[in-house]
């Protein structure tokens, strides 16, 4: 799957998500890293596919920064227990269809979100992503090339 020829569509310069904690994320506090933010659901198989390569690339990638954002906001208990079942380890928010829209129409899950270190968008990815082809296309635009391949 190519991903750089998808994604540099969306503008969204700015963000504000509160995390289960009750923790304020903005895009600005991250200046410096690659920000993810990535849309899923307890339900979405595709989406619990992906979630333990998030889970390794935030444990080992200090320069990358993931937010989740559980999109079956109906039973707040439901997705906290299924955090903890994962033991994901990055902020998770509970979605709806206002915080998504801060970044996007948000039609199909799961899909993410690339902002370069710089706080730019950077690239949408719609559907599954692995922890390889994120990789390679933080590699490809540090290095100049544009795409990645899943």
């Known amino acids: ?51 333990p390569d998030l889970i390794a690339l935030y444990q080992d990638r200090k320069d990358i920064m993931i937010i989740g954002v559980a999109m079956d906001f109906g039973d707040q208990q439901v997705v906290l227990d299924f955090v903890k079942s994962m033991s994901i380890n990055y902020p998770t928010v509970l979605g709806s269809r206002e915080i998504a829209s801060q970044l996007d129409e948000v039609s199909i899950l799961p899909s993410t979100y690339f902002y370069d270190p710089e706080g730019k968008p950077a690239a949408r990815q719609v559907g599954i992503i692995s922890r390889d082809s994120i990789e390679k296309f933080i590699s490809s635009k540090t290095s100049g090339n544009q795409k990645v391949n899943q």
């Not at 504000?16 to 600005?28: A, M, N, P, V």
């Not at 993810?36 to 659901?41: D, G, K």
């Not at 307890?42 to 979630?51: N, S, V």
Request: glycine residues 6%.
């Open 1 to 51: 799957m190519v991903i750089a020829g998808l994604l540099l569509s969306f503008q969204v310069q700015a963000f504000q998500l509160q995390d289960t904690t009750g923790k304020i994320h903005k895009l600005e506090d991250y200046k410096g890293r690659w920000v993810l933010v990535n849309f899923w659901a307890t339900w979405c198989p595709p989406c619990l596919k992906e979630i």
